[in-house]
């Protein structure tokens, strides 16, 4: 989302290792490295995970910035990938994901209240911005083996196992994909447990000739019982806290983590009109200040909901291609073409949406996340309200009621952006000119005698 | 969850009335009535601070189902008289973990809950722990519409859970405390010894020994002394079963759930360990002649968790 620190995103799934000294750099889950021990560091991450069954497609989005050479990402992965099993998407379609599950500002109007709604929805910012032969000798007196090499898009891919942690450390640093101190004993315990490496690289011909200008995401679809997602390896070296976002794509229901709690971002509250200009920003420091309500042991739930439609809409929801090129292979083959903003009569195309949101390090975050499907079908969405009061001319008894309602209404909005972002309320209330607002409902209500007798001092 | 019992007055149960050090201790005679508190606290707890996805009505439907089916089965078994505390038990139990969206699938697990009582048993003794055996069963059999949200709790909840907890054991005089504390010390080595192995932080087995859903696990399903092996030594050989059917479904075969599935599977095993290693059968209440509270095998841990 825009309103995260717009560092050069990464995301990618596991481990983002840099060679060269790019002046900064995102992990996702992945650290990055500079060669002359630059400090990098980065943010916001997204991940896709398209599972049914013991089928994953993983998307990992990179929307790395930086030069090219200095690019690279190592993810542990639970199986051999085959060629067909990795493939290179357009970042575009989970720009589109991404603003479909945004939370959203609605917006309502009153009436006039002499005589007595129109909704309106605005989507939130997009979120995050968010000499082969001496090789392979050299790998197996390491005890690593390259298992496989790819080129697929713009990049060259490696499939990686080993026996030791420490020979595929020392063949990862000596071959440009600089590993940082402390990454070793998490690289050992995903070898123990029969994980091998997937690394990849940006082959710069390839890329000149497809024409490419950013990199982009990279998929792999493998079958696995293990429905998690590694991120320890991106905690070794992290330069403070990251921001990962989640978007499960699964036909039964919604997802949740089993190994932290998961808790819904709070929804459905009503703030003061201003936030529309600064809708990024409430959303950041609301998003702070939950993650410290919960001291950053949480995973949230941005939103859940049936990939057939949505009310407000933030965005369309994916066609049925959209998401055939995330993962989804269990649709039926005649869902074509966009799909409705309403619920679909035929019962929408049996993909369901949960997006998660997380802030980690080490200390909070230990272990890898591990999730589970639920049943789960009740739709969930990030919303806030916008209140627009009457403004026209009314002049009765009733407007006057109206004045005094609204005084309230908007002194409690005040609270609720203070409660929710942790802004200072006096701040708030000035920024609303609140006092202009309850001075207007006192001067139409007031039956005190003596205030209009003398002025005050 | 814990703690069903067709009736204590069905069981031939002769407490021991020697319990001179627990006299001066006026707990609540049966020992159900302290689990139904600690429950309905939990329960308060995850639904109005954790958030838990419940409603006031699932609540009510749960708990209103599962007595409803307890005077059915009362009349149908032709009991002495309707016992509320054991079923109201195993619903605040469901309360507490199952999660559906299906209205049906809660009717469902709590007919499980009361009726597997009464139908499943060997030698006048129930095999399984009533929540237990419908979760397991609707998980595995509810077409993935039944779920457990073991994160739920969280880990802050950690030190409250233990205090509940352990106060629970003291109440439970300590009768099955050995299953628990026997399973925990198991499940404790394992997860540790797994990290040892694999070079990870020890940041990593203790934040899994911290949930919430593996100490209610501990101290109110396995702990059912309705259900676990009559003799102590049956006990810790269950608990060290149920320990490692569970790692191995959790790290062998990477599916949820499994604390619940292996405590079904294995307590299809405890006809055979009562067989091999006999004992005495547990009731809920000790007759009062005494006001004693404590089986005298169990002053010895009573004293040392007072400590």
Known sequence: ?457 | MVAQTVDPQLIALRAPTDLNAMQAIRLPRDPRWFQIGTLSGLLLYGWLSLGFDLTGLRIALTLGTILGLQAIATWWWRLPTFDPKSALISGLSLCLLLRTNSAWLVVLAAAIAVFGKFVVRWRGKHIFNPTNVALAALVLAGGGQVWVSSGQWGSLAFFAFLMLCAGNLVVLRAARSDVAIAFLGCHALLLVGRSAWLGEPMTIPFHRLESGALLLFAFFMISDPKTTPDSRAGRILFAMLVSLGAYYIQFKMFRQNGLVLSLAACSMLVPLIDLVLPGRRYGWTAPRTSGGLCPPTTIRETAMLRV
Request: some cysteine.
């Open chain 1, 1 to 457: 989302m825009h309103s995260f620190p717009r560092f050069p995103a990464l995301a990618a799934a596991f481990t983002l290792t840099l060679t060269a000294g790019a002046p900064r750099a995102d992990a996702f889950c992945g650290f990055y490295v500079a060669k002359a021990d630059t400090k990098l560091f980065n943010k916001a991450s997204q991940v896709v995970l398209a599972r049914q069954n013991n089928a994953t497609v993983l998307t990992m989005v990179n929307d790395y910035e930086g030069d090219p050479k200095e690019f690279a990402l190592v993810v542990p992965v639970p199986t051999f990938l085959e060629r067909e099993q990795i493939h290179v998407t357009e970042k575009k379609v989970i720009d589109h994901l991404d603003a479909y599950t945004s939370p959203r500002l609605v917006e309502y109007f009153d009436d006039d209240p002499c005589l007595m709604r129109m909704l309106k929805s605005m989507p939130a910012p997009a979120s995050a911005g968010r000499a082969d032969l001496a090789k392979d000798e050299r790998a197996k007196s390491l005890g690593v083996t390259i298992e496989a090499t790819y080129t697929v898009g713009e990049y060259d891919i490696l499939i990686l196992s080993a026996k030791e942690s420490d020979g595929l450390e020392t063949w990862l640093n000596e071959n440009g994909y600089k590993i940082p101190a402390g990454a070793s004993d998490v690289i050992g315990s995903y070898l123990k447990q029969k994980m091998r490496f997937f690394v990849a690289k940006v082959n710069l011909g390839e890329k000149a000739k497809l024409g490419v200008k950013t990199l982009r995401p990279l998929q792999i679809a493998f079958e696995s019982p293990k429905f998690m997602l590694p991120i320890r390896l991106g905690t070794v070296n992290a330069d403070g806290p990251q921001e990962l976002f989640i978007y499960t794509l699964s036909s039964r229901g919604r997802v949740e983590t089993t190994n932290y709690r998961t808790v819904k971002l709070p929804s459905d509250v009503e703030v003061p009109l201003y936030v529309k200009g600064e809708f990024g920003a409430f959303y950041r420091a609301m998003f702070n200040q939950q993650v410290q309500k919960e001291n950053m042991r949480v995973v949230f739930q941005e939103y859940a909901w049936d990939m057939g439609w949505c009310d407000p809409c933030a965005a369309d929801p994916l066609s049925a291609e959209e998401l055939r090129e995330l993962g989804v292979f269990w649709q039926n083959d005649s869902a074509t073409g966009p799909a409705p903003r309403r619920p679909a009569p035929t019962g929408a195309q049996n993909v369901y949406v949960t997006r998660l949101h997380l802030r980690y390090d080490r200390d909070h975050f230990p272990e890898d996340l591990v999730f589970q499907e639920t049943g789960d079908r009740q739709n969930f969405q990030g919303r806030y309200i916008l209140r627009h009061p009457w403004t026209g001319p009314s002049d009765c008894d009733a407007a006057k009621e109206y004045r005094k309602s609204l005084a309230k209404r908007q002194r409690e909005e005040a609270r609720n952006l203070a409660n929710l972002t942790g802004w200072n309320f006096d701040d708030i209330a000035r920024k609303m000119d609140l006092s202009a607002v309850e001075a207007a409902a006192e001067s139409g209500l007031d039956t005190k005698w003596w205030r209009k007798l003398w002025t005050r001092n």
